[in-house]
């Protein structure tokens, strides 16, 4: 079964820093990575995703994703932070045996202090 | 162009009445789904369906959820006999998608309360 796990409820971290959102999956097969993001008041958007080919991903606003096939792993990572990224952050895993069917994990907000 | 749209934006109801929500997904996307976000907690897959084959209805909790789709249009989920757990936003997205890999566009979703 796919499952997606965010360890962390919650990452503070300071403007100007770099940050890092961790995300660690399980699933048969290849996997369909993805991060999306929820502002306050808006809808689900879309960041990056990871099909095939390079493991580090760049995606919108600045962000990346690094693919650890090993380590099961798609941390996404921003390297200067901004208040603006305060936001709730969603990783999600589709399995690449086929499927649409698409998992996410529980979200983690991430806070960026001024 | 128009993304997708869900209405109603917000539904309040009595325990036991049957609700239905619908989505009207972005044109010519092939792939529909429907998921559910209880307060403070993730995205809960609940079903989609992507052109005429059958739906993966996996993620339904229980038989009181059913949805329909007319072709690669408009979406309705159905809840019957409404439960307070049934309380949460249930967000719609749809892609561009023949392969599973395309990107999903989510709806700003109908905020559910049941009384």
């Known amino acids: 079964a796919q499952s997606v796990a965010q360890p962390e409820d919650q990452v503070n971290v300071a403007e100007g820093n770099p940050l890092t959102v961790k995300c660690t999956y399980s699933?048969?097969?290849?996997?369909?990575l993805f991060w999306y993001v929820q502002y306050p008041n808006r809808g689900l958007q879309f960041l990056l995703k990871?099909?095939?080919?390079?493991?580090l991903v760049k995606g919108s606003y600045g962000f990346e994703a690094e693919f650890n096939k090993s380590q099961t792993s798609f941390h996404l990572k921003k390297p200067s932070a901004l208040v603006s990224d305060s936001a709730l952050y969603f990783c999600?895993?589709?399995?690449?045996?086929?499927?649409?069917?698409?998992?996410f994990g529980a979200g983690t907000r991430l806070f960026v202090k001024a | 162009g128009a993304g997708v749209s869900q209405s109603p934006s917000n539904k309040v109801t009595e325990k036991g009445k049957d609700v239905e929500l619908r989505c009207d997904p972005i044109?010519?996307?092939?792939?529909l789904y429907w998921y559910r976000q209880r307060l403070g907690q993730g995205l809960e897959f609940l079903i989609y369906?992507?052109?005429?084959?059958?739906?993966?209805k996996s993620g339904l909790p229980s038989d009181r959820f059913s949805a329909e789709r007319t072709g690669e249009s408009v979406s309705t989920l159905t809840i019957q006999r409404t439960q307070q757990e049934d309380s949460a936003v249930y967000l719609c997205?749809?892609?561009?998608?023949?392969?599973?890999?395309?990107?999903?566009?989510f709806g700003p979703g109908t905020r559910l309360l049941v009384l």
């Open positions: 997205a749809s892609s561009l998608d023949m392969t599973g890999v395309e990107t999903q566009y």
């Open positions: 699933v048969s097969g290849n996997p369909y």
């Open positions: 990871y099909i095939t080919g390079d493991n």
């Open positions: 999600a895993v589709r399995s690449g045996t086929g499927g649409f069917k698409t998992i």
């Open positions: 044109s010519g996307h092939t792939a």
């Open positions: 369906f992507q052109g005429n084959s059958a739906p993966d």
